[in-house]
């Protein structure tokens, strides 16, 4: 007998289901999550690529499928066609023979590489991060500030999470540049239309990484002393991480490194440029912020950052999961073998769970938004997440206090990938402010 996720909701048949995956839902496709989470909270569709997939859209239910043991990450269990088999939203990883992370795997193997990798990646580092961060952030809004005008994704939030991950692992400064040009190639890679990366590049890019990834950890493994020195970096930390005398392989901690990577990369690029274009929309929640960051408080920022991941968190959709056995979700009979998205982007807009749920409310403190994901697969780089995006918020509010939108809305375009919600351009201007020589 299939198990029940979720209550079973009454089905009210309504004959016009929205067109999904069209440039107009990539630009808002709250509207058509609203009819879901109505008509068809767990619905079937076909997605861009041709492979069918069930979209949960109700927060209960996203919440309880997101924690389901029967939710299988491994590609292996999709019942579907070998042009859909390995999809986890990585672009290019399955050349890349990457595939053993933590979003491709389950218990124990997933029990024992986070474990692992948790020993490294611990709170403290992050904290520890926090000054770099901030250094950073400065020297980013330095490049741009005395111009007076900014495209805040490729100048700002783009570059930010790039150089700080790099950092954190313990990728060389003179290398880095590197990183961001494979990394640029593959965020190219997501969305209709437009700017999209010249064919092959993006697995070409996700190769080259990988290389790198792995010659620098056997590099570093070499030449690690006995004993770790205090402010050793990430991928040091990785190699050196065990747990009853097991240990990372070189193959997994180069897997370990690029997921972090990848994971806490086009991620953080959205939360502040989603983040950015909705307080530059809203004035009255903004200025709200501005006072209360010059005030010395820290409170509106924390809940701040937490509801615009809610608000329009930039991932859309949990990655991909399949049934290993058939289930109940959401009233909706699931078979074995069938693709589950999870779409967090509804789930968090649900009005059952969600008091004014289209409402930008930055002291929201009722807020267990699903923005990071929830049960084993919980995001592991949160508070590096929030530091970043809390850093460079208020870093941008504060130097650049009069900071407007410098295009029309309705001609900005939004990327429109499957799993990442997330803007191409956000032109900005503010007044000029000199900028102190380096
Ligand atoms: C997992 C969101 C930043 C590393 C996840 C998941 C979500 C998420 C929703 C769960 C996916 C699923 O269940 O299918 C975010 C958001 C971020 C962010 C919204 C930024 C605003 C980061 C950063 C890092 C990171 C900065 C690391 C440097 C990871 C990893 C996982 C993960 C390793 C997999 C955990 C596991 O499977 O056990 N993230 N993430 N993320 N995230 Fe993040």
């Not at 699903?370 to 530091?387: E, T």
Request: hydrophobic share 40%; net charge neutral.
């Amino acid at each position: 007998m299939p198990g029940t996720v979720g209550h079973v909701p009454e089905k009210t048949a309504d004959p016009s289901p929205p067109e999904l995956f069209t440039k107009e839902f990539a630009d808002d496709p709250y509207p058509a999550y609203a009819w879901l989470r109505e008509h068809s909270p767990v619905h079937r569709t076909t997605l861009p690529s041709g492979v069918e997939a069930w979209l949960v859209t109700r927060y209960a239910d996203a919440r309880q499928a997101l924690a389901d043991g029967r939710l299988s990450k491994n590609p292996a269990h999709h019942s579907g066609s070998a042009r859909a088999k390995g999809k986890t939203g990585i672009p290019g990883e399955r050349g890349a023979d990457l595939m053993t992370h933590l979003l491709n795997i389950d218990p124990p193997d997933h029990t024992r590489l986070r474990r692992l990798v948790s020993k490294a990646f611990t709170p403290r580092r992050v904290a520890a991060f926090e000054p770099r961060v901030r250094e950073l952030t400065d020297r980013l809004i330095d490049g741009f500030a005395a111009r007076g005008e900014a495209d805040l994704i490729h100048e700002f939030a783009f570059p930010l999470p790039i150089y700080a991950i790099c950092d954190l692992l313990g990728v060389p400064r003179e290398d880095q540049d590197d990183f961001r040009d494979w990394a640029g190639m593959m965020m190219r890679h997501s969305g209709p239309g437009g700017d999209r990366a010249p064919r092959g590049g993006v697995g070409r890019s996700v190769r080259k990484m990988r290389d790198y990834l792995a010659e620098l950890i056997h590099r570093k493994r070499a030449a690690l002393g006995p004993v770790a020195r205090p402010g050793e970096d990430l991928i040091s930390g990785l190699i050196r991480a065990s747990d009853h005398g097991e240990h990372l392989t070189e193959g997994e901690a180069a897997a370990m490194a690029f997921i972090l990577l990848f994971a806490g990369f086009e991620t953080t690029v959205n939360l502040i440029g989603n983040g950015m274009y909705a307080l530059l929309r809203q004035p009255g929640p903004r200025e709200r912020l501005q006072r209360s960051l010059a005030a010395g408080e820290t409170e509106l920022l924390a809940t701040g950052v937490e509801e615009l991941l809610r608000y329009d968190g930039p991932v859309e959709l949990a990655t991909w999961r399949y049934a290993s056995e058939p289930a109940v979700i959401g009233g909706q009979r699931i078979a074995a073998g069938d693709p589950v998205l999870v779409v967090l982007a509804a789930a968090d807009r649900d009005p059952a769970r969600f008091t004014d749920p289209d409402t930008l409310d930055l002291s929201r403190t009722d807020n267990p938004h699903l923005g990071y994901g929830h049960g084993i697969h919980y995001c592991l780089g949160a508070p590096l997440a929030r530091l970043e995006a809390r850093t460079a918020l208020a870093t941008l509010l504060r130097r650049l206090p009069d900071l407007r939108l410098a295009a029309d809305p309705a001609e900005l375009r939004w990327r429109g990938g499957l799993i990442m919600r997330g803007l191409r351009t956000l032109p900005v201007e503010f007044a000029p402010v000199p900028v102190p020589d380096p």
